[in-house]
């Protein structure tokens, strides 16, 4: 691995920089997790396409410039560094997109992927049930074939929908073999969120915003064609899949080496210099992001050389995970009384640690991440 930076990797960084300090909103954009704020976001997300800064690393007959992704990682520094909004696309260009381009076909790529990029169609992720969290080995959710063989029928409940209140389409995986059990007789489909049968029903978070939904599918009608990754191969898609967000494509380095840069200010602004113990939580938390991204430029090398991120990426979903929580933490203990605050001076620290809680359980649980790395990394016995 060489950290050193190409001159064509430097003229990028420069131009990225140059793009985003002439187009990003003076004023934070309300939450996507708002009408106002989604709509707004899903302007931001035309513009990025727009100068061809939606999707970097992906080819350009879609939407993308067919950077590397050293490049995207350059860009995602570049992107936190400045203040940009979040991608309210991240469920559909960092993870529904890779799985595209893995295992689609031809068709489904030249479909799906220009108007994700774009914005145009946002993505809900639709996997969990009320009585399957984490282990979607055990999903009730039933695919029945119509008797001419050309559509799906949907019948069953997803629940924790990340973006789905107003998002325009999800995917999900169902049991689609009645007779399997649970890894087995899966199937990996597309659905338009505006399709008869479908209903979308707000969960209110902490904050009262609705970031989450429950889908309820009765008799959903959807194209066998929106079969992603041939029937009954749902979970080896849907691993593909949480294998994009629990490793390199979710979450960036970037996001959490802002945020220990913000912890740092913060600390020099209004911590007591005399508390060591502060200062050396403080500079662990800049050494574990500084790890973090070693890591992930090293993981990216490895797949440019053609490696492959496999179950390791649940001990990358643990680290950031954690580390991200106890970034804010430490933020909330410097602010003291203030961290109650929800509308004060340091609003988007309580904010932060808020959605941070939910780092250890979205993408699989850590517990479960745990397990993964036992069975599958270390080759631990079972009990």
């Not at 920089?17 to 934070?28: K, N, S, T």
């Not at 879609?62 to 350059?74: E, N, P, T």
């Not at 695919?143 to 998002?167: C, F, H, M, P, Y």
């Amino acid at each position: 691995m060489d950290l050193r930076e190409t001159a064509d990797e430097q003229a990028f960084r420069e131009e990225a920089r140059a793009w985003l300090a002439a187009h990003v909103p003076a004023e934070p954009l309300p939450s996507f997790d708002t009408a106002e704020g989604f709509a707004l976001h899903r302007t931001w997300e035309a513009e990025l396409a727009d100068a061809g800064w939606s999707a970097v690393s992906w080819p350009v007959e879609y939407g993308g410039r067919g950077a590397d992704y050293l490049k995207w990682l350059i860009f995602e520094e570049e992107y936190w560094r400045s203040g940009a909004p979040g991608r309210v696309s991240q469920n559909g260009i960092f993870l529904l997109a890779p799985t595209i381009m893995e295992v689609g076909t031809d068709e489904q790529k030249a479909r799906f992927l220009p108007p994700m990029a774009r914005g145009e169609e946002v993505w809900a992720q639709a996997w969990s049930e009320p009585d399957a969290g984490s282990d979607m080995a055990s999903i009730r959710s039933k695919g029945t074939l119509s008797d001419d063989g050309t559509e799906w029928i949907l019948n069953g409940q997803k629940i924790w929908a990340s973006r789905a209140v107003w998002a325009d389409w999800c995917f999900g995986i169902f049991r689609t073999d009645p007779e399997s059990s649970r890894h087995k007789g899966l199937t990996f489909i597309l659905i338009p969120l505006d399709t008869p049968g479908v209903t979308v029903r707000p969960i209110a978070q902490l904050d009262g915003d609705t970031g989450f939904a429950e889908i309820f599918f009765d008799d959903v009608h959807v194209p066998v064609e929106n079969t992603l990754g041939g029937v009954g191969r749902g979970w080896n898609v849907a691993m593909a899949t949480a294998g994009f967000e629990r490793g390199v494509s979710l979450r960036s380095p970037a996001r959490f080496n802002v945020a220990v840069e913000r912890l740092i200010k913060l600390w020099v602004r209004i911590g007591d210099p005399d508390d060591d113990t502060m200062r050396d939580a403080v500079t662990d938390l800049w050494m574990q992001a500084e790890g973090y991204r070693l890591h992930t430029y090293l993981t990216v090398t490895k797949m440019l050389e053609g490696g492959t991120v496999g179950s390791e990426s649940s001990l990358n979903k643990i680290f950031w995970s954690e580390m991200d929580v106890r970034t804010h933490e430490l933020a909330l203990q410097l602010l003291g009384p203030e961290a109650e605050r929800l509308d004060g001076p340091y609003e988007s620290w309580v904010d932060g640690f808020l959605f941070s809680l939910s780092g250890p359980i979205y993408a699989g649980t850590n517990e479960v991440q745990r397990n993964i790395i036992a069975d599958r990394v270390l080759n631990l016995p079972r009990a």
